[in-house]
């Protein structure tokens, strides 16, 4: 096992755990983490939270579908059952870290939470996991150099940027049930952030 050594013991705990559990992933973890300490430090927010919160993200990715579906329905919000299994990773995670891992930061649980599919009333933590998650570097995915670029004008603009991009591509796909928090996100920020200013930001970009 790689050692770590930060000053904090709790992400060098949380990146220990997220190693030994889903290594495949482990270098999707580190490229959030590196992005949400760069975002936690350009907008003076705590940076053990941010990291903690960006290495346990996909705490539960690697849960077979029944076993998700048994802690939603037992300790969750059973309507997020309603939807494609891709976004149960959240809801379950949050509660997985609460009584598997003992965090109860609620800033923590939140970020967790709702990195897949978005919340209207995310707190800046939130808001940058949910960009984090989206931006890291190695990620490839149409539109998210802009998204790297937005994220440094606010974090409004950033969940705008991140948002747009998730909404757009799950609307080109077929019969595929969008959960309500994903659409309701873009159409907040938007409103937040303004349409007008939003296209200001997108044609400067492109004229970069």
């Given at each position: 096992?790689?050692?770590?050594?930060y000053?904090?013991?709790?992400?060098?705990?949380?990146?220990?755990?997220?190693?030994?559990?889903?290594?495949v992933?482990?270098?999707?973890?580190?490229?959030?983490?590196?992005?949400?300490?760069?975002?936690?430090?350009?907008?003076?927010?705590?940076?053990?939270?941010?990291?903690?919160?960006?290495?346990?993200?996909?705490?539960?990715k690697?849960?077979?579908k029944?076993?998700?579906?048994e802690?939603?329905?037992?300790?969750?919000?059973?309507?997020?059952?309603?939807?494609?299994?891709?976004?149960?990773?959240?809801?379950?995670?949050?509660?997985?870290?609460?009584?598997?891992?003992?965090?109860?930061?609620?800033?923590?649980?939140?970020?967790?939470?709702?990195?897949?599919?978005?919340?209207?009333?995310?707190?800046?933590?939130?808001?940058?996991?949910?960009?984090?998650?989206?931006?890291?570097?190695?990620?490839?995915?149409?539109?998210?150099?802009?998204?790297?670029?937005?994220?440094y004008?606010?974090?409004?603009?950033g969940?705008?940027?991140?948002?747009?991009?998730?909404?757009?591509?799950?609307?080109?796909?077929?019969?595929?049930?969008?959960?309500?928090?994903?659409?309701?996100?873009?159409?907040?920020?938007l409103?937040?952030?303004?349409?007008?200013?939003?296209?200001?930001?997108?044609?400067?970009?492109?004229?970069?």
């Amino acid at each position: 096992m790689i050692r770590y050594y930060y000053r904090n013991m709790e992400i060098d705990k949380a990146l220990s755990i997220i190693e030994e559990k889903d290594p495949v992933r482990f270098p999707h973890i580190l490229g959030t983490f590196k992005q949400a300490r760069l975002l936690a430090k350009y907008y003076s927010l705590d940076d053990k939270k941010c990291s903690v919160a960006a290495i346990l993200h996909d705490y539960a990715k690697g849960e077979n579908k029944s076993r998700l579906k048994e802690i939603i329905t037992k300790y969750g919000d059973v309507n997020i059952l309603k939807y494609d299994e891709e976004i149960w990773h959240g809801e379950a995670g949050s509660i997985l870290l609460k009584s598997e891992l003992g965090i109860t930061d609620k800033d923590i649980l939140d970020a967790v939470r709702y990195h897949v599919t978005g919340h209207p009333d995310m707190n800046d933590y939130a808001k940058v996991v949910y960009i984090a998650d989206y931006t890291e570097e190695t990620r490839k995915h149409p539109g998210v150099d802009f998204c790297r670029y937005a994220c440094y004008i606010s974090l409004d603009v950033g969940v705008l940027s991140c948002s747009e991009g998730i909404y757009n591509y799950l609307n080109t796909l077929p019969k595929k049930k969008i959960h309500p928090y994903t659409q309701l996100t873009y159409e907040h920020f938007l409103a937040k952030v303004g349409r007008e200013r939003y296209e200001s930001i997108k044609s400067h970009y492109q004229g970069m």
